[in-house]
């Protein structure tokens, strides 16, 4: 640790005028545990929440389909005792309201919401070298002065919207998923366009399809899916889940992914056709992410592994949809399965089997532009009610260019992540002193709140650190975060997913800023336990590769 410690402390820093010591941004899943964190210390700190209420991607995602694809009892917060012994969740993936209410328990339960302050958006923050305190400006015009800065923004939370000619003369309803109505529209009998096959669209056809007249899903690229199979949690399954929560997160914590799924350990080739034939049929009819992360590690490493499985899936897609034709349409031909973001479905692909479905492919034939009364394709017109633009998220580093973000000298975050997050640790940037990340970009890619509760439970201690030996500032050094940059790329090395063309790796589409066609490592891809060995070694070795001062 190459710290200044050891000089006279600036009675003008240290005496700073500032509203708080700590501003946590974002009242979402990591937001919520990290202001009761500091809440418990007796810090002066509050929570910025950009929206009218708490609960991040669960408060604005209402679309109909919207739930886990996490076991609900792996999602859930693990830090309090009193919380597990009292919550009982009602599925094994819970929809949108039943997790909403959840962290609303939550919240209540510790009386967080004093700490809380809503319709607060961040417009900027610049950092003040002189006091060593960020001066955050609000959308509503007010000011406020902190030490410390805690970014709690969400992976998912800046939708990306097309750029079709005419989307402002649509005379219909038309909104992204992430903008749903809180006031549930009414869909039935209605002419409804789809446009996107991503994770969110394969939660919502299914619903929609149920009540809409007409729905017409525009595919430009199609994914590899999976069932949820999702069940009830009666009260007797509850108790036996709550008998084994100290199992549960022991698990979670050694997995790479963050869940009770467990690799196959076995080599690949060393299992003849038929066991692995056994494993998948099993793993495909069983819950959750089984059928990603509870199969043979060579699906990610190795090409014909990979390639063997998803002709496998491939067959099950097939099986599912009464058109051959258009089962093929739905089959992915340029990616393999697993090597990109699994989404899990509920009668995903029996919805095209419908006759109030039709699937429109988008890139045989691409939207030319929205119509007052519809859109029109390269191929042909459509008039409809409502369009659903579910077209994707500006991941990982979205919400942070949306932010007038200036560190050290003018240094804007947004100049210094353009080709890509820089970081070290995936808590900090260089250039950005008192600022600290909780699952950023370069944190590893695991369950949401095993990650985040793993974050906080790094950041909190750090912060006491400081507070101890009267630190006012602290800095990561740039050399080793060129070298936790360059472990991240390494990392990309030997597994699949880091040549698919994903949100993972920065293929968003055309992303202002963003260029399209290169990579952007946005991820850990290490695994969960790695993850944790790494932030866990800087603690011992007394915050090495940060400054202190």
């Known amino acids: 640790m190459n710290s200044t410690a050891t000089q006279p402390t600036d009675s003008a820093r240290a005496n700073a005028a500032r509203d708080y010591e700590v501003i946590v941004i974002g009242g979402g899943v990591a937001g919520i545990y990290q202001i009761k964190r500091l809440a418990d210390l007796g810090v002066k700190a509050t929570l910025l929440e950009a929206h009218s209420d708490l609960g991040g991607t669960w408060y604005n995602n209402r679309y109909p389909g919207a739930r886990f694809d996490s076991e609900s009892f792996t999602y859930g917060y693990s830090f309090s005792k009193e919380v597990l012994d009292e919550w009982d969740w009602t599925e094994w993936y819970s929809p949108q309201p039943e997790t909403l209410r959840y962290l609303n328990f939550v919240t209540n339960k510790f009386d967080l ?64 998923p992430y903008d749903w109505p809180h006031d549930q529209p009414d869909l039935s009998g209605k002419r409804v366009a789809i446009i996107g096959t991503g994770a969110t669209a394969i939660q919502i056809i299914p619903e929609v399809a149920k009540v809409a007249g007409r729905l017409t899903v525009f595919q430009r690229r199609p994914n590899w899916a999976a069932p949820l199979n999702n069940a009830k949690i009666d009260k007797a399954e509850m108790a036996k889940i709550r008998a084994r929560y100290d199992e549960i997160f022991a698990t979670c914590a050694r997995t790479p992914g963050g869940f009770e799924h467990e690799p196959d350990r076995r080599v690949f080739s060393d299992v003849s056709p038929e066991e692995r034939r056994e494993l998948w049929d099993r793993l495909y009819d069983g819950p959750g992410f089984g059928i990603w992360l509870q199969n043979f590690v060579e699906i990610f490493t190795d090409e014909a592994a990979n390639a063997e499985f998803s002709a496998y899936i491939a067959e099950r897609i097939r099986s599912r949809v009464s058109d051959k034709a258009l089962a093929e349409k739905l089959i992915p031909k340029d990616h393999g399965f697993g090597i990109q973001r699994v989404p899990l479905e509920t009668g995903y692909f029996e919805t095209y089997n419908r006759d109030n479905v039709e699937l429109v492919d988008s890139q045989a034939t691409p939207i030319e532009e929205i119509t007052p009364g519809g859109l029109r394709t390269t191929d042909r017109s459509f008039e409809f009610d409502v369009i659903v633009y579910a077209t994707g998220f500006d991941s990982f580093t979205g919400a942070f260019d949306k932010i007038d973000i200036q560190g050290s000298n003018g240094l804007k975050l947004r100049d210094k992540w353009a080709d890509g997050p820089i970081t070290f640790l995936g808590l900090m940037a260089s250039g950005m002193p008192n600022l600290v990340m909780l699952a950023g970009p370069q944190t590893a890619a695991t369950n949401f709140p095993r990650g985040a509760e793993l974050a906080v439970d790094w950041v909190t201690p750090f912060l006491e650190h400081l507070w101890q030996h009267g630190y006012t500032r602290f800095d990561a050094q740039a050399a080793p975060e060129q070298h936790w940059h360059q472990h991240v790329k390494d990392m990309y090395q030997g597994v699949l997913m880091g040549k698919a063309k994903s949100w993972i790796t920065g293929y968003n589409g055309n992303l202002e800023g963003h260029e399209y066609g290169k990579t952007r490592y946005n991820i850990y891809a290490g695994g969960g336990p790695k993850y944790a060995r790494s932030i866990q070694k800087c603690v011992a070795t007394g915050y090495e590769g940060v400054d202190l001062s």
């Open 113 to 176: 919401r004093k700490h809380m302050q809503f319709n607060c958006r961040v417009t900027s923050m610049h950092f003040d070298e002189h006091t060593d305190t960020w001066r955050l400006t609000l959308a509503d015009g007010r000011s406020l002065r902190t030490r410390f800065v805690i970014t709690a923004l969400g992976i998912l939370s800046i939708p990306t919207r097309p750029a079709f000619a005419g989307m402002e003369t649509f005379k219909g309803l038309s909104f992204h």
